[in-house]
């Protein structure tokens, strides 16, 4: 009998080691401590000590909580937002790149902007779009961002190519020719296999005036023609099949291109180039500026067992959603435009160089608007493979087109 | 190295004891039911349940995924439909299908041959030790310490179709742009080539271990019978070095199989489907799109898991049929 206790203390151990991984498991956020809200962003850029953390810290004083704030990336934070729905261990805030919106609001997860008691009424309804789902918005755009050409004045002017004579796409194209004619490069934008080259190539599809729903419409390929005539001419270098937005505008950086393709947040970046620059509005097929798709987050209230903690998360989204608030985080993330007039007419008095960028997002239409929603993502993997496989000359644009309608087509069911 | 050893003391034992006689001696000390046998379960208790934590708890679950129809919806609500085998039968039909398999294999079985033929190479060559082969040994193991993003972004870069520092070496010697990730023809042998050169330290290390192994008197009585190096390779390092090459080879198979990382940074599978393994699909089906398709990504996953298996049972069998002989 003497092995008793030892049997008896290794049980113990055991029980305690299961105990401590259970603990380590579970600490991944369920404190329902009344004095914390918890937070989730997706920029780990901004990290604990900068203006952006400070933000957060002081809308949460406000309120009369401490805020406990976590950044990670946005596919990691999408991802991470349904497990922990799926534990009921969300956050009490959390801010989210807008087309994953919808498919959050289809698991029930969020609570709409009604039950909080917030008012969405001065929200661009363009923008608000993508946080809509049978009339109920689950989220407040906290800024919008777009994309437009961005141009390298001195190669235009070397070329003698004047920037306002681009309105529609075949002067573009005219442009592209008189530019490499002078031995420069032409354009540079994002076609990657993911997310951010449906996201380039919208704007083009767009405007040509095709329609998600249709992918293999003959103005659909007439986009799709464009883009791949730009690489066998070689307006546009083939490694815009692997580009990354980022990358494309380090290629811009370099000084060798005339045009790229990019978004709002380059402004300041555009600003400290080496040589000058300039912006165009994305043109569409017949003139006209083309809808861009909107880029930015939203701010999303996930639904917690407590609603009494609805009250605290009420006021701090108040609190960052005023139209003082909205300058400051569209400064902050050089530059996120305001969504509401009074935000826009704010940021215009203090940044009047915005304007450009503050038109474009008016104009701007979400990727999930057009009542598509959770199916976007389905409809945007089939679009973006039919792009790589037309560019790199797997197949013909018309092709490629047939293949993702209906490879999009057997997605959606 | 390590089954060699082990199969070295096993075969020691059956040599001195025998199977037979040793477990019922064993088993009598120890009658069922006694305090001991609770203090071997205790003992044994956290092993268990750390097996069943992190080993059968995710297989189960990744078996459950497949067979379930989790939408994003359904996996938060936790309220998936049962759908049998529909999300296997999706992936066999898939248009992807044909090209993952014939990628995987294209990709596992040239990776895994170069990587071989090349670190047996230089693992023979460093055996013979001369100055500086510590220093030299040490730095063909640099690519096996790089995170993974560093390489494949470097690889990436080198192989960049417009400024890439391989491009401008092939067009120096008035050869034509190669668009090396950006080619349908192309991007799968690219990431070939990545791949081969982060597999060779693995290699190199274990067949140089290996080689350690192999007694210096049989090289001596080798030469002063007249073999030529190239003989003696043939006929005593390979052969004696089969354990060993089954093993880093077996191990190579597997990790092959399940390399993701490489191929997403530099081609994210593409352009379209060209270099898309069927590691490289389930991740995309799972995580590389808005909306995560985990049931067809847990499919694939499984897919993956069963071919390793066939493959160890391959290898377990080809060992026995080995000792025998």
New interface residues.
């Given amino acids: ?4 206790p ?2 008896r203390s ?2 113990a ?2 029980a305690a ?2 105990l401590a ?1 259970a603990a380590a498991c579970s600490s991944g956020g369920d404190e329902a401590d009344a004095d914390t809200h918890t937070w989730w962003d997706p920029y780990p850029q901004h990290a604990e000590d900068s203006a952006w953390a400070e933000r957060v810290d002081a809308c949460g004083e406000e309120a009369g909580v401490t805020i406990e704030r976590t950044a990670s990336d946005t ?1 990691d934070l ?2 991470r937002a ?1 497990l922990a ?2 534990e009921g261990t969300s956050p009490d805030i959390m801010l989210l790149d807008n ?2 919106v919808s ?2 609001a ?4 969020l609570t709409t902007m009604d039950e909080l008691g917030l008012d969405v009424s001065g929200v661009d309804e363009n923008l608000l779009a993508a946080g809509v789902v049978d009339d109920q918005a689950y989220g407040i755009p906290i800024g919008a961002n777009t994309l437009a050409i961005y141009y390298n004045a001195d190669i235009l002017t070397a070329a003698g190519v004047d920037p306002a004579s681009i309105t529609d796409w075949a002067t573009l194209t005219d442009a592209l020719a008189k530019v490499t004619g002078n031995g420069d490069k032409g354009i540079t934008f994002a076609a ?4 951010e080259g449906s996201f380039q190539f919208l704007p083009w599809f767009w405007g040509a005036g095709a329609d998600l729903r249709d992918l293999d419409s003959p103005e659909a390929v007439a986009a799709l023609q464009l883009w791949t005539d730009w690489l066998d001419a070689g307006y546009a ?3 815009v ?2 580009n990354s937005q980022n990358t494309t505008w380090e290629e811009f950086l370099t000084g060798e291109f005339a045009f790229a393709v990019n978004g709002t947040w380059q402004v300041n970046s555009a600003a400290e180039a080496g040589f000058a620059t300039g912006l165009v509005q994305i043109p569409g097929m017949d003139g006209g500026a083309a809808p861009a798709p909107t880029g930015g987050e939203f701010i999303i209230a996930p639904a917690q067992a407590d609603t009494d903690r609805y009250d605290v998360t009420r006021q701090i989204v108040e609190c960052m959603t005023t139209p003082e608030g909205f300058v400051e985080t569209a400064t902050t993330f050089a530059y996120y435009i305001p969504p509401t007039a009074e935000g826009q007419e704010a940021l215009l008095a203090a940044e009047p160089d915005l304007e450009p960028w503050v038109a474009a997002v008016q104009e701007a239409k979400g990727r999930t608007s057009d009542n598509l929603g ?1 199916d ?3 409809i ?2 089939a679009l973006w ?1 039919a792009v ?2 037309a ?5 013909t644009p018309a092709d490629a087109l047939a293949q993702a309608q209906s ?1 999009a087509e057997a997605a959606l069911g | 190295m390590t089954t060699t050893s082990v199969t070295a003391t096993d075969r020691a034992s059956h040599g001195a004891a025998g199977p037979a006689p040793a477990a019922p001696a064993r088993r009598r000390r120890r009658p069922p039911g006694s ?2 046998t ?2 071997a379960i ?2 044994a ?2 092993l268990f ?1 750390y097996l069943a ?1 992190f080993y059968a708890y995710p297989l189960w679950r990744n078996i459950e995924l497949s067979v379930h129809d989790y939408t ?2 359904a ?4 309220n998936p439909e049962f759908v049998g085998f529909e999300k296997y039968t999706e992936v066999f039909a898939s ?1 992807a299908f044909p090209t993952a398999l014939v990628n995987t294999a294209l990709f596992t079985v040239v990776s895994i041959a170069f990587q071989y033929a090349i670190g047996l190479g230089l693992a023979v060559f460093f055996h013979s030790n001369f100055r500086l082969s510590g220093v030299l040994r040490a730095l063909f193991l640099v690519p096996w310490l790089l995170p993974l993003i560093v390489s494949s972004s470097t690889w ?1 870069w080198m192989l ?4 890439g520092i391989v491009n401008s070496v092939v067009q120096s010697f008035g050869g034509d ?1 190669i ?1 090396w ?4 023809g192309t991007a799968l042998t690219a990431v070939i080539i990545a791949n081969i050169w982060l597999g060779i330290p693995f290699n190199l290390v274990i067949l140089h271990a290996g080689l350690q192994q192999v007694p210096a008197e049989v090289y001596e009585a080798a030469s002063l019978d007249g073999a030529s190096s190239w003989q003696q390779f043939w006929r005593i390092t390979f052969p004696l070095l089969r354990p060993v090459s089954g093993i880093t080879l077996l191990l190579g198979f597997i990790y092959t199989l399940k390399v993701v990382d490489v191929i997403w940074i ?9 270099s898309l393994t069927l590691a490289v699909w389930s991740y995309r089906e799972a ?6 398709d985990f049931s067809p990504a847990a499919a694939i996953g499984n897919l993956l898991i069963v071919i390793a298996l066939v493959f160890g049972f391959v290898h377990v069998r080809m060992q026995r049929s080995w000792e025998k002989s």
């Fill in positions: 009998m003497k092995y008793r030892l049997a290794t049980a151990l055991a080691a299961a991984v596919t999408t991802n349904l729905a799926q087309p994953a498919t959050l289809d698991t029930e997860m990657i296999g993911t997310e270098p083939n490694s099949l692997t959770t976007y993502p389905k945007s993997e493979t790589q496989n560019l790199s000359g797997a197949a490879d | 305090a001991s609770w203090t205790g003992f208790a956290p349940a934590v994003v919806r996996f938060v609500l936790g248009d990436a960049n179709s417009d400024h742009q668009n990730l950006t080619s349908p530099m081609t994210t599978g593409g352009p379209g489907n060209a995580f590389g799109t808005g909306q995560p």
